[in-house]
């Protein structure tokens, strides 16, 4: 029995010092090092957003519209005399859980049934693949606009319409990952032992065939930043008055020639995330690799 | 306690594979049955059908492409294959495991081959998870690996250990049924024996059958009691051991015999058979074997099923040009 339990906290600091071994490998490769650090400064500016922001982001300064970046104001003012700096890390926290939500829908629903779907096969894979092939047939913006204006805007629906988009996509990559592994002999081995359809799929398969997702995802955060901010140029998205990246870039566009601030500094912030992100996701990539165990 | 003596039967087992369009008719109407406590051989070439028999009998074959067009799989007097999915649950891995052929893709990659032990053990007793685990270091150490490379994982093995960590996986839940496919074949001759020990003794502990794939007919002669040949997914010849070693009647057998080099033979060459297996999207009429058949006449090639000959009692052959003829 000693011996077990002797077992037992091996085998828990075995599971952290896995997830402790990628983090390593991320923090061993400067590139995706410094993509880290990007990502968490901006995340931590916009949590604690109240705290750092000089001003409110509806306080109007009359003596310092279309104000240029100074001391006073970092970022410039915008036509209101709002300060663009506060916005601007007020807006990240719009932007960044924005993308960050609709990533992690978007890679939980694949997942789920992407792995239903290619363990099933047979009839169910080819009537979900054909749904696939009539959502696929839409853009993915296109898709978005559509769900935009038909359900309006606002924070949730922008959500679910730049989820909606990538699911078709991220259900086909999945599944297709499970057509390969589905024909190993270990799942077979698995059924052999008594395991259960659900533990089979959950336990066994999604664990061989997550990493790529993982990386995909944090990739497509930040192509859903960027989404959402074409949602709210055009218009949708969510709405002024709340200052999200996208739609800061959109009241900037009527002044870009005379006050291109106004479009620069928002803009500045979604190419640093989408930056740092990719960064990350490289790093990231390699990291849970398992073939480069060390 | 007629239930016990066939502990397993199988009733002409149809098992074919679709694969682009084509047919392929792996296991051609297979009939066998086990004792309790015996171990049955099967014997043959590469895709004569012996894995995809065992892998049936579990009912694991992935559908598709695999279909079993008829048959029966009694065990134990049960239909596997008319048991719903939960039923099954509980014949699979309690009354019968597997030993797997390929120890590279038999093993999840991303758990702890302990994790997959313990696993196995947790779904078929009511232990708790410190005893699983004890179970489980001491099913590793029984088939030779430390208990301490529990928490190791299948990619830092080698292949020999991943095979015995296979075996510990099969025997863990004490099955009453054991298919063995090649379970010594990824395995170096010393180690071979010992595995081979390990399964003799736990065969005789618990009174486990055991269905035995393999192609090693030293393997057989040493474990087996009865023996089934298979050629394109056919039994062409089913006998006790001393039957086949020492009269084998059919010319596959024969030849397979003739194939393996003697201690007493002067002879510099060994005599394989000519040829090779038939495809078997596209059996040959009649004998699968004919082609290939150094006896063969004009009447082999004629269409129809070659019916199994009763040589002795319990020696059957499945060739017209025995029996008498000869």
Redesign the interface.
């Known amino acids: 029995?000693t011996?077990?339990?002797t077992?037992?906290t091996?085998?828990k600091s075995?599971k952290q010092s896995m997830f402790l071994a990628v983090l390593k490998r991320i923090l061993k490769n400067p590139v995706s090092c410094i993509g880290l650090i990007i990502l968490l400064i901006l995340i931590l500016s916009a949590v604690f957003a109240p705290l750092l922001a000089p001003y409110s982001i509806t306080e109007m300064d009359y003596d310092s519209i279309y104000a240029l970046p100074s001391l006073k104001h970092p970022f410039g003012c915008d036509k209101l005399g709002r300060d663009l700096f506060s916005r601007c890390l007020y807006g990240g926290r719009y932007s960044l859980s924005l993308g960050f939500i609709a990533a992690i829908c978007g890679f939980t629903f694949g997942q789920v049934f992407g792995i239903m779907v290619g363990y099933a096969?047979?009839k169910v894979d080819n009537i979900a693949m054909r749904i696939c092939d009539v959502l696929q047939a839409i853009p993915g913006n296109l898709l978005a606009i559509l769900i935009s204006t038909t359900l309006g805007s606002g924070f949730g629906n922008t959500i679910l319409a730049m989820t909606v988009g990538g699911l078709a996509g991220s259900v086909r990559s999945t599944r297709a990952m499970c057509l390969k592994e589905?024909?190993?002999?270990?799942l077979?081995?698995?059924?052999?032992?008594?395991?259960?359809r659900a533990t089979i799929m959950y336990k066994?398969m999604l664990?061989?065939i997550v990493a790529p997702a993982i990386v995909g995802t944090t990739m497509s955060i930040g192509g859903t930043i960027m989404g959402a901010a074409g949602l709210a140029y055009i218009g949708l998205g969510i709405q002024p008055p709340l200052p999200e990246w996208g739609a800061m870039l959109s009241a900037g566009r009527e002044q870009i020639l005379y006050y291109p601030h106004l479009m620069i500094f928002p803009g500045l912030c979604i190419a640093v995330t989408v930056l740092a992100i990719n960064l990350f996701g490289d790093g990231l990539r390699d990291a849970i690799d398992?073939k480069l165990?060390d | 306690m007629e239930q016990n003596e066939n502990f397993l039967q199988v009733r002409d087992l149809v098992v074919e594979y679709t694969s682009g369009g084509q047919v392929v008719h792996a296991v051609n109407g297979v009939s066998l049955s086990l004792d309790r406590g015996q171990t049955l051989g099967l014997v043959g070439e590469t895709g004569a059908g012996k894995t995809t028999i065992a892998k049936a009998i579990l009912d694991i074959l992935p559908n598709p492409p695999a279909k079993v067009r008829s048959g029966e799989i009694l065990v134990d007097g049960q239909d596997i294959l008319k048991l719903s999915e939960h039923e099954k649950l509980k014949i699979r891995g309690n009354k019968i495991a597997m030993i797997f052929q390929d120890p590279m893709t038999a093993l999840n990659p991303v758990m702890s081959v302990g994790e997959q032990i313990t696993e196995a053990v947790l779904l078929h007793n009511d232990f708790t998870r410190t005893q699983a685990e004890a179970r489980t270091v001491e099913m590793l150490e029984m088939v030779g690996i430390p208990g301490q490379r529990y928490v190791e994982f299948p990619h830092q093995f080698s292949g020999g250990m991943k095979q015995r960590v296979v075996i510990a996986m099969a025997l863990a839940c004490d099955p009453e049924l054991l298919l063995a496919d090649e379970p010594t074949t990824a395995l170096d001759v010393t180690i071979q024996a010992q595995v081979l020990e390990m399964i003799n003794d736990l065969k005789t502990k618990l009174n486990t059958s055991m269905i035995l794939i393999t192609h090693d007919l030293g393997v057989v002669a040493e474990t087996c009691d009865n023996v089934a040949v298979i050629y394109a997914g056919k039994i062409v010849e089913f006998g006790t051991k001393r039957d086949l070693f020492k009269a084998p009647a059919h010319p596959y057998t024969l030849g397979l015999f003739d194939s393996l080099p003697k201690m007493d033979d002067d002879s510099k060459e060994l005599h394989p058979i000519p040829g090779l297996p038939p495809d078997p999207t596209n059996l040959p009429r009649g004998c699968s074997f004919h082609p290939r058949c150094p006896r063969a006449t004009e009447a082999c090639s004629r269409e129809g099923e070659i019916p199994m000959i009763e040589l002795s009692p319990g020696h059957f052959c499945r060739c017209i040009r025995t029996g008498g003829n000869n």
């Open positions: 029995m011996e077990a339990k077992n037992m091996r085998k075995r096969g047979g589905r024909e190993m002999e270990y077979q081995a698995a059924k052999s032992i008594n395991c259960s066994h664990p061989n398992p165990k």
